[in-house]
T-cell receptor, first 113, second 115 residues
Framework: KQEVTQIPAALSVPEGENLVLNCSFT??????LQWFRQDPGKGLTSLLL?????REQTSGRLNASLDKSSGRSTLYIAASQPGDSATYLC????????????FGTGTRLQVTL | GAGVSQSPSNKVTEKGKDVELRCDPI?????LYWYRQSLGQGLEFLIY????????KSGLPSDRFSAERTGGSVSTLTIQRTQQEDSAVYLC?????????????FGPGTRLLVL
């Protein structure tokens, strides 16, 4: 079964800290992997998309890495801010599954003052 | 421009009633997806429309669920004879493939509560 797992389920850090969110997937035959942010009562916002041929993508304070052989991706957030507080979701598009995304259950991040 | 919109934003219904959820995708986007997010669970794929192709219904949990997309734009997800386990947030997304890459843009969701 193609599954996506995120650890930890919840994380609280003080403002200014660097942090890493983890995502693991059971099948290495992926087309791409995407990180989303979900704010309460709102839809998902795409943060970074990594194609299977890539090892990392960067956008501002965010850096996402991909290691297909080990079935892992990490989202690194530098110098965290209270505005980063949200739920972060990892989603994988597997080959042979049309365009649907398989999502992890998310990591709920709280950045405190 | 406007993003993906969904209506209603919240819906409370009684067990056994039918409900219709609406999604207005971004203009020009050819692909449309429905997902469900239950409490404590990840997003679950329900159905996918791409242009004029037959939809991928592989994620629909039962025959009480159906969806249509009229004129390649607006989509309606219908749940018949609702059950309490149908309570969830229903999210719609649309996308456009560019340069071999596809990013899905999500609406705010419809929160469904079945009493």
């Amino acid at each position: 079964k193609q599954e996506v797992t995120q650890i930890p389920a919840a994380l609280s850090v003080p403002e200014g800290e660097n942090l890493v969110l983890n995502c693991s997937f059971t099948d290495s035959a992926i087309y791409n992997l995407q990180w989303f942010r979900q704010d309460p009562g709102k839809g998902l916002t795409s943060l970074l998309l990594i194609q299977s041929s890539q090892r990392e993508q960067t956008s501002g304070r965010l850096n996402a890495s991909l290691d297909k052989s080990s079935g892992r991706s990490t989202l690194y957030i530098a110098a965290s801010q209270p505005g980063d507080s949200a739920t972060y979701l990892c989603a994988v598009r597997y080959f042979g599954t049309a365009s649907k995304l398989t999502f992890g259950t998310g990591t709920r991040l709280q950045v405190t003052l | 421009g406007a993003g993906v919109s969904q209506s209603p934003s919240n819906k409370v219904t009684e067990k056994g009633k039918d409900v219709e959820l609406r999604c207005d995708p971004i203009s020009g986007h050819t692909a449309l997806y429905w997902y469900r997010q239950s409490l404590g669970q990840g997003l679950e794929f329900l159905i996918y429309f791409q242009g004029n192709s037959a939809p991928d219904k592989s994620g629909l949990p039962s025959d009480r669920f159906s969806a249509e997309r009229t004129g390649g734009s607006v989509s309606t997800l219908t749940i018949q004879r609702t059950q309490q386990e149908d309570s969830a947030v229903y999210l719609c997304a649309s996308s456009l493939v560019r340069g071999g890459q596809e990013t899905q843009y999500f609406g705010p969701g419809t929160r469904l509560l079945v009493l």
